[in-house]
């Protein structure tokens, strides 16, 4: 089936988004006013966002939550954002402080210009198993950091004290990156968690297309007025965004700010309480996170791989699966949204649960939690082979299970029987991964 077929019959099935974007369907928020007769160009009067003089200008003026910083629009995403951010100290002298659960950007960038990086010592979950904060930042050596980024939230919605770890690095007057994502929406209102800008991060940026109705691609990137190398950012901002920028998305970003300053979360709170309260009458578990947006659903007869199918036999797409869960992405209903919520309820009633399997127990791998140099090279002589065969050999790509597009395995990595043994299980349970095709894998071959 083509992409426009799949797309139509999507939409045909009344299919019913618990993912990303933020719009859900175009039920939230108001891009029902963008049409495509405003996919336009830099023609007289429409500004360049390359060099805004007018309109964008002034779009991206109001952008003005928080004072001491100059808000710009990205069209590729924050992924540019990271990689203008990465490019903008290849010049300096020193090491990139990095979290384990960095963005695969952030591994390209660092790729691309062939920067050092250390790895923070990190937390993990007790609900996901996933990173979930940095430790031990006051003991680390610091002298030779020029640039240290985070990850705010993560992508189950998990936060940490970053305040006191930029408290730390502000100490040492180092620059801070805060890829915030996953977290546009923070700050909407006194329900949800404080955006890393409120503690003065030196850039921070957003996805506004992942939890803000705000079309896909369109992100906004945060710089703090004072910072010496500012016009760096924006120097490779213009040189690796699109010279020819969507309109459309630019004009979503506007929307998705008028939004954002306009929300009530008293309509939220309600409908989420709903949600959880039909979920768990239909004998799944709900477990809360510290981002109320995102919900994570399981059963214990059950792996998250059947969830999901079950999810999508209703017609309801979750945003991602995994052996023990689901990940539900909830939209900002208020008031104004156009969401089926009703029909959402009424789907899930009528989930038919014919257990006929118990799943099987699956050992979580044990994350590496300490603080390390993380090696990012280049290498030569690659060859395909099966990945059970690739045990003890050197990863010649980045592995990187998407979603969430966090790598398990880097370029220049071992790979161990552990890490091989769950991505295949991962694999034959449903789930995709990058950097392996037909369960072959690319390693370093004999010199």
Not at 212 to 235: C, D, R, W
Request: with cysteine.
């Amino acid at each position: 089936m083509s992409l426009n077929k799949k797309l139509k019959s999507l939409k045909a099935n009344r299919a019913i988004s618990l993912h990303v974007p933020g719009h859900h369907n175009n039920t939230i928020g108001n891009l029902k006013d963008l049409n495509l007769d405003m996919d336009m160009t830099e023609i007289t009067g429409l500004d360049d966002l390359h060099q805004p003089e007018s309109c964008i200008k002034t779009s991206m003026e109001q952008m003005d939550r928080y004072p001491g910083y100059s808000a710009q629009y990205l069209v590729n995403g924050t992924t540019v954002g990271i990689l203008s951010t990465i490019y903008a100290v290849a010049h300096l002298e020193g090491e990139i402080l990095i979290p384990r659960n960095a963005h695969k950007s952030i591994y390209n960038g660092l790729s691309l210009t062939q920067q050092k990086a250390r790895w923070m010592a990190m937390t993990v979950s007790s609900k996901t198993k996933e990173y979930d904060g940095v430790k031990g930042l006051e003991q680390l050596d610091l002298s030779k950091v020029k640039l240290a980024i985070f990850t705010y939230p993560n992508y189950y919605g998990e936060t940490f004290e970053i305040e006191k770890c930029i408290k730390i690095l502000k100490e040492h007057n180092i620059p801070i990156l805060v890829d915030e994502a996953h977290g546009a929406h923070f700050g909407i209102s006194s329900y949800f968690p404080k955006s890393s800008l409120e503690y003065q991060a030196d850039i921070v940026v957003q996805s506004y297309h992942k939890t803000l109705p705000a079309l896909t691609m369109g992100s906004v990137i945060y710089i703090k007025n004072t910072l010496e190398f500012k016009h760096i950012i924006q120097e490779h901002l213009s040189m690796l965004q699109s010279s020819s920028p969507s309109y459309l998305i630019m004009s979503s970003l506007e929307y998705a700010e008028e939004f954002y300053k306009q929300y009530n979360d008293e309509k939220f709170q309600l409908n989420r309480n709903l949600l959880i309260k039909c979920l768990e009458s239909k004998g799944f578990t709900v477990g809360r996170l510290t981002d109320p947006l995102k919900l994570i659903v399981s059963q214990r007869c059950l792996s998250g791989f059947a969830v999901q199918n079950i999810f999508e036999e209703a017609n309801i797409y979750v945003e991602l699966s995994n052996h023990d869960f689901v990940l539900l992405v909830l939209p900002l209903w208020d008031i104004s949204d156009h969401f089926p919520f009703d029909e959402l309820l009424q789907r899930i009633q009528n989930f038919n649960l014919n257990i006929k399997e118990v799943k099987s127990y699956t050992e979580t791998i044990e994350l590496p939690t300490d603080s390390i140099e993380c090696s990012i090279g280049k290498l030569n002589n690659l060859v395909t082979i099966p990945i059970e065969q690739a045990i003890g050999s050197v990863s010649g790509t980045n592995i990187i299970p998407y979603p969430p597009g966090i790598p398990v395995i880097l370029k220049g990595e071992l790979i161990t029987k552990e890490v091989a043994d769950s991505l295949l299980q991962w694999i034959e349970s449903g789930g995709r991964v990058e950097g392996i095709i037909n369960k072959q894998i690319k390693v370093k071959g004999e010199e």
